[in-house]
């Protein structure tokens, strides 16, 4: 009987199929369709875009465009695979979930921290931004160890890798945790704080607009976290694999510090100049 159920439901599943207009060997084998799979018979790969969060991205008004260093890593990686670029909008906040659930195949920017890591796969290093303390003027520290004092007031933004290397290496200092960067920058515009900490391509853009708030530096010994590329978990790593193989090209070239750089002054009016040797990427 459980044959004949599964054949009369194999042929209900197929009518229904047909009555839409859908094959049904090709809805098997969308089912089953890898990630280069999909992007190899479709001709594009979806990118995740996050708006205002230049340099990484960046809508253009009046172009409709999407720009900053995601979008141009982005339009690289397509032409390597001689596909096109689809922008779907998102958030940092939702974009793990919409790589995780395929809405979207790569997610430039987004660091791989151990909770992601469970649920994303990750690409080698795209760069590695350095992290710099922003701190009111007359404050000097050159060193985590000269902030790591219980008189030093450190702002963050809370669950951001701000606050992971604060929690790592400021364990003395009198460290407070804000919603987001905004509110951290207030904090220390208000005096309400001594430094925040930031990693430098959100730093510069900050002292480009409010010059006045504060001075930047880079405490030793330099700190730096790893921006990467999100996948989706998946048996099949031939994209995982593709990325990886242009990263290694394109960092051999030097060709990412260009592409970074470029947007920095394009979209922060942030001159290459400004960035001390320290700074590698």
């Keep these: 009987m459980s044959t004949k159920r599964n054949f009369l439901a194999s042929v209900l599943a ?18 089953n369709e890898t990630a280069m799979e ?35 890593f982005a339009e690289m990686f397509a032409a390597r695979l001689g596909v096109k670029t689809e922008y779907l909008e ?41 992290y710099t303390t922003v701190c009111r003027k007359g404050f000097a520290g050159k ?23 604060a929690t790592r290496v400021l364990q003395n200092a009198n460290v ?3 919603e987001n960067s905004g509110a951290a920058t207030l904090a220390l515009s208000s005096g309400r704080a001594d430094c925040q900490i930031l990693v430098v391509l959100l730093a510069k853009p900050l002292l480009e607009k409010r010059p006045g708030i504060g ?7 330099v700190e730096t976290a790893p921006v990467s590329i999100g996948l989706r978990k998946e048996a099949d790593d031939s994209l995982q694999k593709s990325v990886n193989a242009w990263l290694t090209e394109i960092r ?30």
Aim: no cysteine; charged share 20%; aromatic share 8%.
């Design 215 to 221: 001075t930047m530096s880079i405490p030793t010994p």
């Design 252 to 281: 051999a070239k030097d060709e990412v510090r260009g592409v970074i750089l470029g947007n920095m002054q394009k979209l922060a009016n942030v001159p290459p100049e400004a960035f001390p040797p320290e700074i590698k990427f």
């Design 90 to 130: 998102t958030t940092w906040g939702n974009s793990v979930l919409d790589v995780q659930t395929n809405k979207i195949d790569l997610m430039f920017g987004m660091a791989p921290t151990p909770a992601r890591k469970e649920v994303v796969n990750f690409s080698d290093t795209l760069f590695n931004n350095t």
């Design 176 to 178: 407070t945790r804000l």
């Design 143 to 165: 060193s985590w160890a000269e902030l790591n004092t219980p008189e030093t007031r450190v702002v963050v933004d809370v669950g951001s890798s701000h606050d992971q290397l």
């Design 38 to 72: 999909r992007i190899m018979r479709t001709k594009t790969i979806r990118i995740g875009a996050i708006a205002g969060a230049i340099p990484y991205f960046n809508k253009n008004l009046n172009t409709g465009k999407w720009e900053g260093f995601g979008p141009d």
């Design 14 to 31: 197929v009518a229904s199929l047909a009555s839409l207009g859908l094959p049904a060997v090709s809805q098997a084998q969308s089912a």
